[in-house]
């Protein structure tokens, strides 16, 4: 789980605060969302925390900010955080 303390410091990249938010938002836990969405817990940790998704990170991304998700804009956005998206 993200770390209060690495939010405070600004080393979560924005990306990660907005999936983590989302998330919160509608009440799931890590574990919730995982489960529904068939992929490891891990996955959506490293996803809030910017260090990738892995093959996971596209699937995450599109059930939480489906809006926020063309192909250009994903890759660019999350770049920084996961060279495999």
């Known amino acids: 789980m ?7 410091q600004g080393s979560v990249p924005p990306i990660g605060l907005l999936i983590r938010n ?3 938002e509608l009440g799931l836990s ?3 969302l995982a489960h529904q969405l068939g992929v490891p817990q891990g996955s959506i940790s490293k996803l ?12 995450i991304l599109k059930a939480l900010m489906p809006e926020r998700l063309d192909d ?14």
């Open 22 to 24: 989302k998330r919160r």
């Open 48 to 59: 809030e925390r910017g260090l990738g998704g892995g093959r996971h990170a596209r699937r």
């Open 30 to 32: 890590q574990d919730d």
């Open 72 to 85: 250009e804009d994903c890759r660019m956005t999350v770049a920084s955080g996961s060279p495999h998206v």
């Open 2 to 8: 993200t770390d209060e303390t690495d939010i405070a």
